[in-house]
């Protein structure tokens, strides 16, 4: 069920139907499968996967896949986990998945909690983040910092920070930075922000 999200109720409520009993559909879309805007039965299994996209820090063998960044040419991970029916039928679709998304590397099966890396951590706070910084560029630009320094001196800082953070590099952040980041934080980002993640409520 690889179709827009607005489309997906739409669109399982016409093919649901005609599935025989005991078949699996696979859905793309997380986000739309947790909210329920899809048609289910109780006699089919509904699986989601999603692609974890190429890994920011991994080596990649050509240019060609070191500029790709969905996947499909560059090596990447899947997660898949059961929506409804059969915990069996997760290997069933892994073959699947792995076919689709391929090259992958692994396919992590998880069968409730895909709904907080995706959407919630990714979709909801990293883009978010991303946002962010693309904002703070526009800023610059507008105080009259010209964009391509702006540019490169912003993507190698953010590089810099996630290679730290995410334990790619030993180097440690200074005091300074320590200190920006924490008046950052707490001027920029709203104190309960990680309610976000209450996805169950």
């Not at 048609?39 to 974890?52: G, Q």
């Not at 692994?106 to 959407?119: F, G, M, T, W």
Request: charged share 25%.
């Amino acid at each position: 069920m690889a179709v827009p999200d607005d489309k997906i109720g739409e669109v399982s409520n016409f093919v649901v139907p005609m599935m025989e009993k005991d078949a699996v559909m696979i859905l793309l879309d997380v986000a739309t499968a947790y909210v329920w805007d899809v048609s289910l039965r109780s006699d089919c299994t509904f699986i989601i996967v999603h692609p974890c996209h190429p890994r920011f820090f991994q080596e990649q063998e050509t240019s060609e896949a070191y500029r790709d960044f969905f996947g499909g040419i560059a090596k990447q991970d899947t997660v898949i986990a059961l929506l409804q029916g059969k915990e069996e039928n997760l290997k069933v679709a892994e073959k699947t998945c792995r076919e689709v998304f391929a090259p992958v590397i692994n396919c992590h099966l998880s069968v409730d909690q895909i709904a907080v890396p995706e959407p919630i951590a990714s979709e909801i706070v990293v883009n978010a983040a991303s946002y962010l910084m693309k904002e703070a560029l526009n800023e610059a630009v507008k105080l009259g910092v010209p964009e391509d320094a702006t540019r490169l001196f912003l993507l190698g800082h953010i590089r810099i920070l996630l290679a730290v953070l995410f334990g790619e590099s030993s180097h440690k952040i200074s005091k300074a930075t320590e200190n920006a980041i924490k008046y950052g934080y707490y001027r920029i980002l709203k104190t309960d922000w990680r309610e976000v993640f209450n996805y169950k409520e």
